[in-house]
């Protein structure tokens, strides 16, 4: 069992859709959570970092990280075709390395 | 404030050849991460640096790749004898300190031929 799952999509929305992407993992020693996005051929970009449980908000992506489930969310409201990449989240236990997940690849339609 | 820069971004080697890739780090930022990853898989984390020391190198294969981060200059990631199977794209990260936002380059794609 891999520590992190995510589904790998497509996931194919139109603009102006919500999105919701997830992951869930096993490891109960994270605690620090991320998102990034990775367009084709690119360095992942850092949308969001939280740390423990709760909500974190931030224009039009919402993070939501829920411990006792060890599940965490990306929500994006108002999608733009621009959103289309690949959303990859990403856990530490507060050491070092980061465990990302495979990656969900997304279309946003106009 | 220039992001993690690495370089070069595309680099072909014939199988048994040395590679060597670099990161300079953010301004500011003494943690540097590399990872790889290989077509359709996230990354994969190989080794975390801090000026001069190593602090983490669990995920590097055991032979053939080292890694490095001088008192000066960039971190470079070094795969000796390279091999088909080393193609990937290869990430460095780099933080302000542990626990914080690491901030990834744009990578650098290694082709084995």
């Known amino acids: 069992q891999k520590e992190v799952e995510q589904d790998p999509g497509p996931l194919s929305v139109p603009e102006g859709a919500i999105v919701s992407l997830n992951c869930t993992y096993s490891n109960s020693a994270f605690q620090y959570f991320m998102w990034y996005r990775q367009y084709s051929r690119k360095g992942p970009e850092l949308l969001m970092y939280t740390y423990s449980s709760g909500n974190k908000e931030d224009g039009r992506f919402t993070a939501q990280v829920d411990k006792s489930s060890k599940y965490i969310s990306l929500f994006i409201r108002d999608s733009q075709p621009s959103d289309s990449a690949t959303y990859l989240c990403?856990?530490?236990?507060?050491?070092?390395?980061?465990?990302f997940g495979t990656g969900t690849r997304l279309q946003v339609f106009p | 404030n220039a992001g993690v820069m690495q370089n070069p971004r595309h680099l072909v080697r014939r199988r048994g050849q040395e590679a060597r890739l670099r990161c300079s780090p953010m301004k500011g930022h003494s943690h540097v991460y590399w990872y790889r990853q290989l077509p359709e898989e996230g990354l994969k984390f190989m080794v975390y640096l801090q000026k001069e020391n190593i602090i983490d190198e669990s995920g590097m294969p055991k032979e053939r790749f080292s890694a490095e981060f001088p008192k000066e200059g960039p971190s470079i990631l070094r795969i000796q004898q390279v091999v088909r199977g080393d193609s990937a794209a290869y990430f460095c990260?780099?933080?302000?300190?542990?626990?914080?936002?690491?901030?990834f380059g744009q990578g650098t794609r290694l082709t084995v031929v």
């Open positions: 990260a780099s933080s302000a300190t542990e626990n914080t936002e690491a901030f």
């Open positions: 990403a856990m530490s236990a507060g050491t070092d390395k980061l465990i």
